[in-house]
């Protein structure tokens, strides 16, 4: 992984931007930095190995420290976040295996053998909507579901029974820890504890819309100013860059 160029990091937020889901811009920012790797090998990365990929993108462009706020659910009180990037990396331990392909997985639960693959972001984008409502649900696991038997009888995956899907969930979080991470937060307020999930490509991603409105705003001043074009402006270095719009406002 690299650094993407300026112009080309622009595109791939331009991309990103026209991208109807989070899953299309995580994808799209991954294309530009990873130009080793061909767009459809990124797209069947499991979803942990994605997200550990943009991880190590975040910290490339902004540093490892991350800043958040969130809301306690019991008081409301808001609570700020200050993190490094290390605390949401999760390296093989407790048993659990990183996977970054989409293999063939297994398990038995209550008399039921399962084989079935690990998500990625092509399963993410055929769901009907964003979130995982109990329809999108059923479909994903229709998806990643390789063979469900009970003794010698097949099981379809809309026949599969709740504990199962749960069995399932937590198999799946298991194998691809990095795809679901939370953290651990306590209000000083009320001292609740709870658990909140972290999205690394929605952090990432209005981390990286700021900066690229900015980078904009940016052009249009200095190319108001001096009359040069987009592309000549965005080759200048950022220091050099930063010096003439510092000499507009002298």
């Known amino acids: 992984m690299q650094v993407p160029p300026t112009q080309d990091l622009l595109a791939a937020w331009e991309h990103g931007r026209a991208a109807p889901r989070q ?137 599969l029974p709740p504990a199962l899907i749960d069995a399932l969930d937590q198999k799946m979080s298991l194998a691809d820890p990095q795809g679901e991470i939370g953290l651990h937060l306590r209000c000083a307020e009320c001292e609740a504890d709870w658990r909140a999930p972290f999205d690394i490509v929605s952090y990432l991603w209005s981390e990286i819309d700021a900066w690229a409105i900015g980078l904009l705003r940016d052009v249009h001043r200095l190319a108001r100013a001096y009359g040069w074009p987009e592309a000549d402006i965005l080759a200048l270095s950022p220091v050099r860059r930063q010096c003439y719009l510092d000499m507009l406002d002298e």
Do not use: W
């Not at 093989?92 to 053998?113: I, Q, V």
């Open 23 to 159: 899953t299309g811009r995580a994808l799209a920012l991954l294309s530009a930095a990873c130009a080793e790797l061909p767009p459809d090998e990124i797209a069947r990365l499991t979803i942990g190995a994605r997200d550990r990929l943009l991880l190590t993108l975040r910290r490339k462009l902004f540093g490892s420290r991350l800043k958040a706020v969130t809301l306690c659910p019991a008081c409301h009180a808001s609570l700020e976040m200050d993190f490094d990037a290390d605390d949401i990396s999760v390296t093989a331990a407790c048993g659990a295996e990183l996977h970054e392909r989409a293999e063939t997985l297994s398990f038995s639960h209550d008399g039921y053998d399962v084989s079935f693959r690990l998500p990625n972001s092509l399963d993410l984008l055929a769901l009907p909507g964003p979130g995982l409502g109990e329809e999108s649900k059923r479909q994903l696991i229709a998806r990643l579901l390789q063979r469900a038997q009970q003794g010698n009888r097949e099981i379809a995956a809309a026949e």
